[in-house]
Each structure stands twice: as structure tokens, then as C-alpha cells.
């Protein structure tokens, strides 16, 4: 049933959780957003492809409502003529052409074969396919695949797109000229819901993220707020210095690590791995210390650069356990 | 009406491979198989009383159960059975899901593939089965014969009772019309079945044939009548001539309805509307989404 309703919201959740049996996949998750593009950001298994499920209308909330375009998604014809949606895993036809796969989902959109067929090898030739668009699916790379899933996505000039990691399998150039499709689709005043784990995938394209981890909102917001809000969560940081104990002495002295140990290297500076709950404060506070002592440090990184760890501090400040 | 055939004319290009072929002539070769077999090995006791309308009432039976029957279920299956396992398998689903009514479009389209398929391999298959089974073959009646029947050879029985059919035109027209409306049923029963257990589709729609449209189908009690086999049944003792004996023997008032031949088809119409109503209510309804497990 087509409810028409005029929203100014693009996407709005309200305290939305799906469970599957007993187990969540997305948690009282509540956002409202506003058109434009936006980075879902989170490690596998955080949830995202559900929330595209349930923001498609594949899936039903166990609790909450879902509101797409001031639309409910589920069995909505006259909204699926709005939406784009490239999901994450392939699932194309070995043997179709990309042309003739793209044509019948434009078929679908109520489109009649023959323009069907021209906007379909449109599209194709838009993402970089026209020369292998008439070669059957099972003959392409990977990189083709994401391309022709692309291509099916925008091909019926949806107002709204929805991507679960679009750049998976691509190489760079691939990357960088799906990028160029995407802001220049962006560009024309169109939204855009991007899910991935790769943080600088979707900075390529916006600066608005949500963050979720365990199926919960746990943050939103530009990367700089995202930054800031980081700021003095806990980490992990790795110094190679060619005086692991007298640095880690003083470290401990100045109350800016909770633990440090030292790792021997049989080439090169040994490490000092310091475990610290307020990384701000030390990366404010080490290039003094490094020059105060006369220290020599080859080398400094955070040791947990993974997105997860990232995740876990928001969980921590979401729990208010920081 | 345009993104229906649009999914029909998708399929039907899809399935043409190599393989499908392959099953496509086994199941129009199977009739045909059987009734070469049956007039060439098939020994009829050459005894007086036997007719010809009696061995043609047999084989057009046996053509029946061959063709409209076993080789239309067996396409039926095939292609209408694995239908939604098979797209939510390769993870194809999603994106028909994501298009206006696309599932609705999707069932319907390839329902009518699952008809068209059964139908046509089918239909080709009837056509040759009659033309094999009506091809003139005299017999003849030996010394042997003689003294294990007692009976004496004569011109009667040397030239009349042969294995074929007799009014090939008849069996010709009842068989292509009730292959058509078989591929229609079991297609909209195996869609539906498909449908609404896709975990386990193939298993489920053959152990349920086995159990109700071969086993309990051809119980003479209340429950062969909720069967697309009883009503096709019905449909071939109407539209064919059998033997006096066969009329006279009973048989009939167990194993067919009595009832009009409109009243059968509607019946079958009335079964392909439901079956196909609930698999278009089952994939409304349901949560199909062909996110892995692991892919939360």
C-alpha cells in the first residue's frame, strides 16, 4: 500500500529493533536524517545489512517504526520507483548479459523493453561497462560485477541509493572512478545511504557517518565531531625508542599509561606498547617528554588502528562507562 | 502485464541451456519411450473376446499416465519447484524484491515458464507417443498361442487385436488438452509448495506428489476428489472412448468424478487461482532476505 505523506525527512527511525530469534540485529536504533549522503560506518556484523534490510522493506522491525522518504518501506510499490539499492553480496546471473539482467530490472520499474534496453546499456556505459555489457555475467571480474550492480541501481533515476559496500573488489582505479560516479550522482541533489567498514571509502563521499557497533547508534555526526568525541579514549600506542624503560619510567611517572610493556627486537629500536585512557593527552603530551629526556624514537603509531577498537571506546562512552 | 512477461521472456532465455535441454527432451521422450516399448514387447494374449477397443482403451490409459500425468509433473517440478529456492540461493532475490510488486511479478513470470516448459515438452511428447502407438502392426497368432489359449487363429483376431490406438485424432486432442491444463496445475502447486517451503522445496513437492496425487489420488474415497489427478482423470474418461468392458466394469464410479467437464476445469482453474494466491500472500507476508548468516 502506497501511503503518501510528505516528510522532510529523508530517513526516520524511530527506536527500531530486529531480532532474529534471540539474537539482535539492530537495537532500539533511533535516527532521524535529513536528505543528503551519509556513511554507515561499522565492523562486519554491526548490523548494517540489516538496517539496509529494514530501510528496503526486506525485513519488518520486531519494535519501532521504519519511515523511508515519510513512506513505510515494507510492500511499498510507489516507493521502490524511488530507491536504489546494491546490496553487498553478488548475486547476478552466471550466464545473462549485464545488459539484458540490467534491462528486465528497468522492465520492472515499468519501463518497456526497447527505451528499457537503451537506459539499461546507458547506465552500463556510465559505470564503465559498455564494452563487456553483451558478454555474459560469469565472464566478469569482480570489479565488473560491482560496476553492473551500480549500474542496476541507478538505472531507473531512484532519488535515494543504498550501497552496502560498493568498493568491495575493486581495485583503485576502479575505486576512484566509482567514486567519481557516485559524487557526480551526489552532485545532481541526490541521497545516498553508504555502508561500509572502510572508513576512508566513505570519506570519499561524505562527511555526515553514523556509527553503529552491536546493532546500536553509537555515534553521528561529521569526522571531526566523530574525532573530538575520541579524543580521550582509551588506546593502544606503540614507541620504538632506544630507551624502551627510561621512556616507559617516564611515562609511568607523568600517570599517562595504565600499563606498558616492552617488546626486544633482535633488529632495530625495541617497543614500548602503552596501554593509556586518555590518548589525547598523550599524543599532546610525547613530543615533550620524547624531547625533554633526549630520547631517540624511530617510530610511533597507534597499535589499534582497527576500526573495532574504535567502536568499542564509542560502546564504552554509549554505556557510559567513560 | 509488461514486467510479467518481461520476467517470462528473462527466464525462458535463462533456461535454455544445455542441461535444461536435456531434461526438457527426456520428459517429451519418456511417452514415447514407454509406448514403444509397449508395442514392441508387450505380448497381448491373442483370446477371443479381447477387441481392439479394449487394447486401445489400455494404452490410451497407460499414454495418460505417462504423459499428462508423470511426464508433466516431472517438468512441472523442475522448473516451478526450485523456483524461489533457487533466487534466494544465489542471492538474486533482493534485487526483484526491491522493484514495485517485482516479487509478484516474479512468481507469476515464472509460473508461466513452468507451464510453457511442462507443457511443451509435454505436448511434443503426447504427439509422438500417439503416432508411435497407432502405427499399424499386425500380430500374429502362433502354434503356441493356440495351445496355450485354446484358441484357434482367425482372421478377426490376426487383424483386429493389435497394440495401438485406434482413434488417434480423439486421444491426439484430449492428451494435448489435458497436458495443458496439467502443466498449468502442478505448476501452480509446485509454485506454491516452492514457495512457502523454499528451504526444502524439491524433497517436499515430491514426497507430497508421491503421497497425495499418486498414492492418495487413486483411493476410491473422499480425498482423491481434492486432486489435480482426479479431476484430469475425470477429464480423459470424458474425452475419450473406451471399451464397453471397461464402461460396464464399475471401475469409473471409484476413480472419476461424474460430473461436467466445465465442472472439472473449473475445479483445476479454481485449484491453480489458490495455489497461486497463497505463494503470492506467502512471499507478501514473509521475510525473505538472502543476507548469509554470518552477514548480519
Not at chain 1, 611515562?251 to 610493556?261: D, G, H, R, T
Request: aromatic content about 8%; some cysteine.
Amino acid at each position: 500500500m502506497t501511503v503518501s505523506m510528505v516528510s522532510d525527512y529523508l530517513i526516520e527511525l524511530n527506536h527500531v529493533t530486529k531480532l532474529y530469534g534471540t539474537v539482535i540485529g539492530v537495537n532500539d536504533f533511533d535516527a532521524q536524517l535529513k536528505p543528503g549522503a551519509y556513511g554507515l560506518l561499522g565492523p562486519n556484523g554491526c548490523g548494517k545489512s540489516t538496517l539496509l534490510n529494514l530501510l528496503t522493506g526486506q525485513l519488518v522491525p520486531t519494535h519501532g517504526t521504519v519511515r523511508v522518504l515519510g513512506q513505510s518501506p515494507r510492500n511499498n510499490s510507489g516507493l521502490m520507483k524511488k530507491i536504489g539499492y546494491c546490496p553487498g553480496f553478488e548475486g547476478l546471473y552466471a550466464t545473462t548479459t549485464g545488459l539484458d539482467w540490467v534491462t528486465l530490472l528497468l522492465q520492472l520499474q515499468g519501463v518497456r523493453l526497447r527505451p528499457a534496453r537503451e537506459r539499461a546499456a546507458d547506465c552500463l556505459a556510465v559505470v564503465g561497462m559498455s564494452h563487456d555489457m553483451k558478454r555474459p555475467i560469469s565472464t566478469y571480474s569482480r570489479g565488473m560485477r560491482q560496476r553492473t550492480k551500480l549500474a542496476q541501481a541507478i538505472a531507473h533515476e531512484p532519488t535515494l541509493l543504498f550501497l552496502d559496500e560498493p568498493f568491495s573488489g575493486l581495485d583503485p582505479i576502479g575505486r576512484a572512478e566509482m567514486t567519481d560516479v557516485l559524487n557526480d550522482w551526489i552532485g545532481l541533489g541526490n541521497s545516498l545511504i553508504i555502508a561500509s567498514h572502510v572508513l576512508h571509502e566513505i570519506e570519499a563521499l561524505t562527511d555526515s557517518f553514523l556509527l553503529i557497533c552491536g546493532g546500536r547508534l553509537l555515534a553521528s555526526g561529521t569526522a571531526g565531531e566523530v574525532n573530538e568525541l575520541l579524543f580521550d579514549s582509551p588506546s593502544e600506542i606503540e614507541v620504538d625508542c632506544s630507551e624502551p624503560y627510561r621512556l616507559a619510567s617516564a611515562m609511568m611517572e607523568k600517570e599517562l599509561a595504565v600499563s606498558i610493556s616492552v617488546e626486544h627486537k633482535s633488529h632495530g629500536d625495541d617497543t614500548v606498547r602503552v596501554r593509556t585512557l586518555r590518548a589525547g593527552q598523550l599524543w599532546m603530551q610525547l613530543p615533550d617528554l620524547i624531547n625533554g629526556h633526549g630520547f631517540t624514537v624511530t617510530r610511533v603509531r597507534s597499535a589499534d588502528d582497527s576500526l573495532q577498537t574504535l567502536f568499542n571506546s564509542l560502546l564504552k562512552i554509549h554505556r557510559g562507562e567513560i | 502485464m509488461n514486467s510479467i512477461m518481461a520476467v517470462f521472456r528473462f527466464e525462458l532465455k535463462r533456461i535454455m541451456t544445455p542441461g535444461r535441454a536435456f531434461w526438457w527432451i527426456v520428459v517429451a521422450g519418456f511417452p514415447v519411450f514407454i509406448m514403444l516399448l509397449m508395442t514392441n514387447y508387450i505380448q497381448l494374449p491373442p483370446r477371443a473376446g479381447i477387441t481392439q477397443q479394449n487394447v486401445s482403451t489400455m494404452f490410451t490409459i497407460a499414454l495418460y499416465f505417462v504423459a499428462p500425468a508423470i511426464s508433466c509433473m516431472l517438468g512441472a517440478l523442475l522448473i516451478a519447484a526450485p523456483a524461489v529456492a533457487s533466487e534466494l540461493e544465489q542471492h538474486s532475490w533482493v534485487y526483484l524484491a526491491v522493484r514495485p510488486n517485482g516479487l509478484f511479478h516474479l512468481i507469476l513470470g515464472k509460473y508461466l515458464v513452468a507451464v510453457f516448459w511442462a507443457a511443451s515438452a509435454t505436448v511434443v511428447g503426447v504427439n509422438l507417443a500417439v503416432s508411435v502407438a497407432a502405427a499399424d502392426r499386425p500380430t500374429e497368432v502362433t502354434a503356441a498361442d493356440e495351445q496355450r489359449h485354446g484358441i484357434t487363429a482367425t482372421d478377426e483376431i490376426t487383424q483386429k487385436v493389435v497394440p495401438g490406438i485406434i482413434d488417434t485424432n480423439e486421444v491426439r486432442l484430449a492428451m494435448v488438452g489435458l497436458s495443458i491444463l496439467s502443466a498449468c496445475a502442478y505448476s501452480a502447486l509446485y509454485m506454491m509448495l516452492g514457495t512457502v517451503f523454499n528451504r526444502r522445496a524439491m524433497v517436499l513437492c515430491v514426497a507430497y506428489t508421491a503421497a497425495v496425487e499418486l498414492f492418495l489420488g487413486f483411493f476410491p474415497a473422499v480425498i482423491n476428489r481434492f486432486t489435480i489427478q482426479y479431476r484430469l482423470r475425470t477429464l480423459l474418461f470424458e474425452w475419450t472412448t473406451q471399451s464397453e468392458q471397461f464402461r460396464e466394469s464399475g471401475v469409473l464410479d471409484f476413480v472419476a468424478s461424474d460430473e461436467t467437464t466445465f465442472t472439472q476445469i473449473m475445479w483445476l482453474m479454481s485449484w491453480v487461482a489458490v495455489f497461486l494466491a497463497i505463494a503470492l500472500v506467502s512471499v507478501q507476508v514473509r521475510e525473505f532476505t538472502s543476507a548469509s548468516e554470518t552477514d548480519v
